[in-house]
């Protein structure tokens, strides 16, 4: 089976850093992409991680590490507008199965 | 314009009458996918194609078919909607390279209530 874990609810405030994780079980691991989803709207792909270590994307990094089965996202310089709800999702049965966490939803405060 | 578009977009129906949910996507993509979304449960992979007339079975298929006769189309189906499958329903397509990045392609969602 494949499971992953993520905190439910992060909160930060407006131009702070917040580290969301995430940890899996997969069998046949690719890797671990991150989605994220406004109020209930079509989720975005925000990025990939098939090898170890911080892949930086502007203001988002996500970090791999296949040893701990183990990944997080990095948000930087949060805007108000990041106050979203945040999904990883692990690639593996074959490369033909994307399995998601249950989200996390980051709330910005001023 | 690349999208994919489902429909419809939100539906209220009664327990036993058939629906079904469309989706189409323009960007010629392999693979396409369903999930649906509930409260503190994630989104939970339906099922999948890989190809035209290439379908298996995800993670919570009871209750639903689907056919994949052309590669742009992927039809939900729900021969006798339950109240359990109240939910928000997501179509998703990738090509292989994508799912290889875990790349996918989300439509708007499709708001179901089944009374």
């Known amino acids: 089976g494949q499971s992953l874990e993520q905190p439910s609810e992060v909160t930060a405030v407006e131009g702070a850093i917040v580290q969301i994780n995430c940890t899996y079980q997969?069998?046949?691991?690719?890797?671990l992409s991150w989605y994220q989803q406004h109020d209930g709207g079509a989720p975005t792909f925000l990025s990939y991680?098939?090898?170890?270590g911080l892949e930086e994307t502007g203001r988002f990094s996500s970090f791999l590490s296949r040893s701990d089965s183990y990944g997080y996202l990095l948000l930087q310089e949060l805007q108000m507008k990041d106050s979203a709800s945040y999904f990883c999702?692990?690639?593996?049965?074959?490369?033909?199965?994307?399995?998601f966490g249950t989200g996390t939803q980051l709330k910005v405060e001023l | 314009e690349a999208q994919v578009t489902q429909n419809p977009r939100y539906l209220i129906t009664v327990t036993g009458k058939k629906l079904t949910v469309t989706c189409s996507q323009n960007?010629?993509?392999?693979?396409m996918s369903w999930y649906r979304q509930d409260p503190g449960l994630g989104l939970r992979q339906i099922y999948y194609s890989m190809n035209v007339e290439v379908t298996d079975k995800g993670d919570v298929p009871e209750g639903y078919k689907v056919s994949r006769k052309e590669k742009r189309n992927f039809p939900l189906i729900l021969e006798s909607p339950s109240p359990n499958q109240t939910s928000l329903y997501f179509c998703?397509?990738?090509?292989?390279?994508?799912?290889?990045?875990?790349?996918?392609?989300f439509g708007e969602g499709s708001r179901l209530t089944v009374l």
């Open positions: 999702a692990a690639t593996g049965g074959g490369g033909n199965k994307l399995t």
């Open positions: 960007m010629n993509h392999e693979y």
């Open positions: 998703a397509s990738s090509t292989w390279t994508g799912m290889n990045t875990g790349e996918l392609f």
């Open positions: 997969t069998s046949g691991f690719y890797g």
């Open positions: 991680n098939a090898l170890d």
